[in-house]
């Protein structure tokens, strides 16, 4: 908005967005253009972590980013502390296990299918310590399994990568999340990104036949996050 004549920025809603509305906005283009992937729907939609409804001012915003009519921008909204919040953290063991192994620089393209199993955090009493026992469902206890095609040669400096992606080879791994939130004064991005990971890592090449497996899962960390004696 414009103030004295000059152009201030408003904050009118705050809150960490997911689902398809990211790729038609290509806020991470950089990303989508590594990926060759452009999506071309005419609807967007996102997944707001947060008890408040954005309001009409917002939703023109994102749908103006996603190139699409406001009529057909749809938002979900959930606290991280509810059943809803639990489960669509869980339910992103796959692609945070692709996220790792793009850090690593592992090559996307060989990838041809994954799954992947976590469990489902409690319900916390505040959003603070879901977002602890959630992130912990999948630095704990994340599994996932991706089959690859690629050549012989390649295979061992592919498995290579695979070894350094679990969680457990991070600095910060070791105690429950929100102990490592804590220690650096609540400062998100100043937690060792590796610690985002599946805790353990099964992948196949179809191409040779041979499987690897790194990490492990770690049942004592599991419940020391969840309280359970």
Same mark, same amino acid.
């Given at each position: 908005?414009?103030?004295?004549?000059?152009?201030?920025?408003?904050?009118?809603?705050? @809150?960490?967005?997911?689902?398809?509305? *990211?790729?038609?906005? *290509?806020?991470?283009?950089?990303?989508?253009?590594? $990926? =060759?992937?452009?999506?071309?729907?005419?609807?967007?939609?996102?997944?707001?972590? #947060? #008890? /408040?409804?954005?309001?009409?001012?917002?939703?023109?915003?994102?749908?103006?980013?996603?190139?699409? @009519? +406001?009529?057909?921008? %749809?938002?979900?909204?959930? +606290?991280?502390?509810?059943?809803?919040?639990?489960?669509?953290?869980?339910? *992103?063991?796959?692609?945070?296990?692709?996220?790792?192994?793009?850090? $690593?620089?592992? +090559?996307?393209?060989?990838?041809?299918? =994954?799954?992947?199993?976590?469990?489902?955090? +409690?319900?916390?009493?505040?959003?603070?310590?879901?977002?602890?026992?959630?992130?912990?469902?999948?630095?704990?206890?994340?599994?996932?399994?991706?089959?690859?095609?690629?050549?012989?040669?390649?295979?061992?400096?592919?498995?290579?990568?695979?070894?350094?992606?679990?969680?457990?080879?991070?600095? @910060?791994?070791?105690?429950?999340?929100?102990?490592?939130?804590?220690?650096?004064?609540?400062?998100?991005?100043?937690?060792?990104? =590796?610690?985002?990971?599946?805790?353990?890592? #099964?992948?196949?090449?179809?191409?040779? =036949?041979?499987?690897?497996?790194?990490?492990?899962?770690?049942?004592?960390?599991? /419940?020391?996050? %969840?309280?359970?004696?």
């Amino acid at each position: 908005m414009e103030i004295d004549g000059e152009i201030k920025k408003k904050k009118v809603f705050e @809150s960490l967005g997911s689902g398809p509305a *990211r790729a038609l906005s *290509r806020v991470e283009k950089d990303l989508y253009e590594e $990926l =060759g992937y452009k999506d071309d729907a005419d609807c967007a939609i996102l997944v707001f972590e #947060t #008890t /408040k409804l954005p309001n009409e001012e917002v939703m023109e915003l994102i749908a103006k980013k996603c190139g699409v @009519s +406001p009529s057909n921008t %749809y938002a979900c909204c959930a +606290p991280t502390a509810c059943l809803c919040g639990s489960i669509q953290v869980a339910s *992103r063991i796959v692609e945070t296990g692709i996220h790792k192994l793009h850090e $690593l620089h592992f +090559p996307l393209d060989v990838i041809k299918y =994954g799954f992947g199993t976590t469990t489902i955090a +409690p319900i916390a009493k505040d959003d603070l310590k879901a977002m602890g026992v959630t992130n912990d469902s999948l630095i704990a206890t994340g599994s996932v399994y991706y089959t690859i095609e690629a050549d012989k040669e390649k295979q061992e400096e592919l498995w290579e990568l695979i070894k350094k992606a679990p969680s457990n080879t991070s600095s @910060s791994y070791g105690k429950p999340f929100i102990e490592t939130f804590k220690e650096v004064d609540y400062k998100f991005y100043d937690i060792d990104p =590796g610690l985002f990971a599946p805790a353990l890592y #099964t992948v196949n090449n179809s191409k040779t =036949g041979k499987t690897i497996s790194a990490g492990d899962i770690n049942n004592d960390l599991l /419940k020391l996050s %969840y309280g359970l004696f």
